[in-house]
């Protein structure tokens, strides 16, 4: 089922060939400091057993009310955990699963997360031809943070491509930063994926040389990742692995690598198109699943991080007729019932008994 093509590539885990490895390297991950749109929502809602109904009903008396429907692109959402528990549980999943070395880098959206003893990185935002893509930007330079950040968060006008390819020579400037373009035939903005193949191969031709490695990520299929492999193969780029976790599992895909720092890693792809990619045990359980796991662990507190509960109404955010972002909680002094009841079914979905059902039926992955 797997094919033979890239068996060199990606190991799977357990596997007797790790020996050949000293270090597992985490990339993509989100904390609460990166902010999540949620302009996907009509798109999946509606189709959402229960869900659905009090979807369309909320949607219905907000069009009665106001003229028009809520514009969820104008919400998003933070992610449950602070910066500093999710390298904390990679590190630990790593070390003790794996036993072997823990390099890990936080990648939130357009924001760097300041976390001791691990490389600041970005996940950068950029559009090619009004396509939305999104770029990993590892191992950035400490002393020139707030100013990559800057210059980075400025780039925000969608036709500005030259804009584009300065920035990225700029950042090669630096030679332990590794530039990745992350879940490439991803359609996250509703596109089509045919446009999606275009914007990215017209990105990889103009920015030749400037983007060192494609990304196996976490939450794809496994045919798209393959295509993604043959792609970096045919583009004699590198390969990394990443997790993108937003919630409180650790990542499905990490990288392999002998390297004692993120920054040796980083030279390992530009110089030499390292591509050993490790596929964890949990990737291939049904994606639906694994989805609605990182949804429950959005609405709950984690208290085995021992962290302060944090409700998550004041983790999503709305932008209002005056353009302030605010959280739900200053909008809502009491939970609307429809909502209490969407999250008490996600929260029943995931008890135990009916999470085992759910997994039992719910058998195939993403290799199907």
Request: hydrophobic content about 40%.
């Given at each position: 089922?797997?094919?033979?093509?890239?068996?060199?590539?990606?190991?799977?885990?357990?596997?007797?060939?790790?020996?050949?490895?000293?270090?597992?390297?985490?990339?993509?991950?989100?904390?609460?400091?990166?902010?999540?749109?949620?302009?996907?929502?009509?798109r999946y809602a509606p189709h959402i057993p229960i869900l659905s109904t009090f979807y369309r009903l909320e949607q219905s008396r907000y069009t009665t009310k106001n003229g028009t429907g809520f514009d969820f692109r104008r919400a998003y959402w933070l992610p449950p955990l602070p910066p500093e528990v999710?390298?904390?549980?990679?590190?630990?999943?790593?070390?003790?699963?794996?036993?072997?070395?823990?390099?890990?880098?936080?990648?939130?959206?357009?924001?760097?997360?300041?976390?001791?003893?691990?490389?600041?990185?970005?996940?950068?935002?950029?559009?090619?031809?009004?396509?939305?893509?999104?770029?990993?930007?590892?191992?950035?330079?400490?002393?020139?943070?707030?100013?990559?950040?800057?210059?980075?968060?400025?780039?925000?006008?969608?036709?500005?491509?030259?804009?584009?390819?300065?920035?990225?020579?700029?950042?090669?400037?630096?030679?332990?930063?590794?530039?990745?373009?992350?879940?490439?035939?991803?359609?996250?903005?509703?596109?089509?994926?045919?446009?999606?193949?275009?914007?990215?191969?017209?990105?990889?031709?103009?920015?030749?040389?400037?983007?060192?490695?494609?990304?196996?990520?976490?939450?794809?299929?496994?045919?798209?990742?393959?295509?993604?492999?043959?792609?970096?193969?045919?583009?004699?780029?590198?390969?990394?692995?990443?997790?993108?976790?937003?919630?409180?599992?650790?990542?499905?895909?990490?990288?392999?690598?002998?390297?004692?720092?993120?920054?040796?890693?980083?030279?390992?792809?530009?110089?030499?198109?390292?591509?050993?990619?490790?596929?964890?045990?949990?990737?291939?359980?049904?994606?639906?699943?694994?989805?609605?796991?990182?949804?429950?662990?959005?609405?709950?507190?984690?208290?085995?991080?021992?962290?302060?509960?944090?409700?998550?109404?004041?983790?999503?955010?709305?932008?209002?007729?005056?353009?302030?972002?605010?959280?739900?909680?200053?909008?809502?002094?009491?939970?609307?019932?429809?909502?209490?009841?969407?999250?008490?079914?996600?929260?029943?979905?995931?008890?135990?008994?009916?999470?085992?059902?759910?997994?039992?039926?719910?058998?195939?992955?993403?290799?199907?």
């Amino acid at each position: 089922m797997l094919g033979n093509l890239h068996a060199g590539r990606f190991l799977f885990a357990p596997s007797s060939e790790l020996g050949k490895y000293k270090a597992a390297v985490s990339l993509h991950s989100h904390s609460e400091n990166s902010k999540e749109g949620l302009g996907f929502v009509p798109r999946y809602a509606p189709h959402i057993p229960i869900l659905s109904t009090f979807y369309r009903l909320e949607q219905s008396r907000y069009t009665t009310k106001n003229g028009t429907g809520f514009d969820f692109r104008r919400a998003y959402w933070l992610p449950p955990l602070p910066p500093e528990v999710v390298v904390k549980s990679e590190r630990e999943r790593i070390e003790t699963e794996l036993h072997m070395r823990a390099l890990i880098s936080i990648s939130d959206h357009d924001h760097i997360s300041i976390v001791e003893g691990c490389a600041p990185s970005v996940e950068w935002s950029i559009a090619i031809h009004g396509i939305p893509l999104h770029l990993g930007v590892y191992n950035l330079p400490p002393p020139n943070l707030s100013e990559i950040h800057a210059e980075l968060v400025a780039q925000k006008k969608p036709g500005d491509q030259s804009r584009v390819m300065e920035l990225l020579c700029w950042l090669n400037e630096y030679k332990g930063t590794l530039i990745v373009l992350n879940h490439p035939f991803a359609d996250i903005g509703s596109r089509g994926v045919q446009k999606v193949k275009k914007a990215v191969f017209r990105l990889l031709k103009k920015a030749q040389g400037l983007i060192h490695a494609l990304e196996i990520n976490g939450y794809r299929p496994w045919k798209e990742n393959l295509a993604v492999a043959s792609l970096a193969d045919a583009l004699d780029l590198g390969l990394m692995g990443g997790g993108d976790r937003h919630g409180c599992s650790p990542n499905a895909i990490l990288s392999l690598s002998s390297s004692q720092t993120l920054s040796e890693y980083a030279e390992e792809v530009r110089c030499y198109k390292q591509r050993a990619v490790l596929i964890m045990p949990e990737y291939f359980e049904n994606p639906v699943a694994r989805k609605l796991q990182s949804a429950v662990d959005f609405f709950r507190s984690c208290p085995e991080y021992c962290i302060p509960h944090r409700h998550w109404m004041d983790r999503v955010y709305f932008k209002a007729g005056e353009g302030v972002a605010r959280p739900l909680s200053y909008y809502w002094r009491r939970i609307p019932i429809w909502v209490r009841s969407s999250t008490w079914f996600l929260q029943l979905l995931t008890t135990r008994w009916v999470w085992f059902t759910i997994r039992a039926l719910l058998r195939s992955g993403p290799l199907q």
